[in-house]
T-cell receptor, first 113, second 111 residues
Framework: SQTIHQWPATLVQPVGSPLSLECTVEGTSNPNLYWYRQAAGRGLQLLFYSVGIGQISSEVPQNLSASRPQDRQFILSSKKLLLSDSGFYLC????????????FGQGTRLTVV | TQLLEQSPQFLSIQEGENLTVYCNSSSVFSSLQWYRQEPGEGPVLLVTVVTGGEVKKLKRLTFQFGDARKDSSLHITAAQTGDTGLYLCAGPYFGNEKLTFGTGTRLTIIP
């Protein structure tokens, strides 16, 4: 069965520091991978998605970037964090069985101070 | 920009009552999913509806896809405290494989 791992679970970083969040998927090959950000108790905003190694699409202009160095690895980064980067970050892989379904990691609570 | 509006935004009811939450869009979905999210965790898929007018039941939860595939509803019968959570609808619009998520309904069941 497929599993998705995301870490760390919580992170407190000072403004101006770098960021690296990692997501890995097991049990599937060539997954479509996504990074979402969620405001407190609300819906999810799509940040980046990737359909393969080195292929990144950005949905919104922002202070973040993403990379896909390996088939089952997806990384969210920033060179200098802003206060507005605080939020709950979720990695997901999409299963396509004729229709798209998302399976999420546990999420990372990022607080920029 | 395609929007998925969910209503109500917040709902608090007594245990044992029934409730319905809604998911609406002006655009057509190829399919639609409902997720439930607990605090501090990722959303968990509950169901996928595919055909216009489709109804799916998951124990006390009934999901309906609108005939025109632009809206959906989730009905919970005899709510329990374990139903508490954030309910999110999501779907890929026709011609777009990416999932767009709704604004969410925060449901609280009071014992």
């Amino acid at each position: 069965s497929q599993t998705i791992h995301q870490w760390p679970a919580t992170l407190v970083q000072p403004v101006g520091s770098p960021l690296s969040l990692e997501c890995t998927v097991e049990g599937t090959s060539n997954p479509n991978l996504y990074w979402y950000r969620q405001a407190a108790g609300r819906g999810l905003q799509l940040l980046f998605y990737s359909v393969g190694i080195g292929q990144i699409s950005s949905e919104v202009p922002q202070n973040l970037s993403a990379s896909r160095p390996q088939d089952r690895q997806f990384i969210l980064s920033s060179k200098k964090l802003l206060l507005s980067d605080s939020g709950f970050y979720l990695c997901a892989w999409m299963r396509d069985t004729g229709y798209t379904e998302a399976f999420f990691g546990q999420g990372t609570r990022l607080t920029v101070v | 920009t395609q929007l998925l509006e969910q209503s109500p935004q917040f709902l608090s009811i007594q245990e044992g009552e029934n409730l319905t939450v809604y998911c609406n869009s002006s655009s057509v979905f190829s399919s639609l999913q409902w997720y439930r999210q607990e605090p501090g965790e990722g959303p968990v898929l509950l169901v996928t509806v595919v055909t216009g007018g489709e109804v799916k039941k998951l124990k006390r939860l009934t999901f309906q896809f609108g005939d025109a595939r632009k809206d959906s509803s989730l009905h919970i019968t005899a709510a329990q405290t374990g139903d508490t959570g954030l309910y999110l609808c999501a779907g890929p619009y026709f011609g777009n494989e990416k999932l767009t998520f709704g604004t969410g309904t925060r449901l609280t069941i009071i014992p």
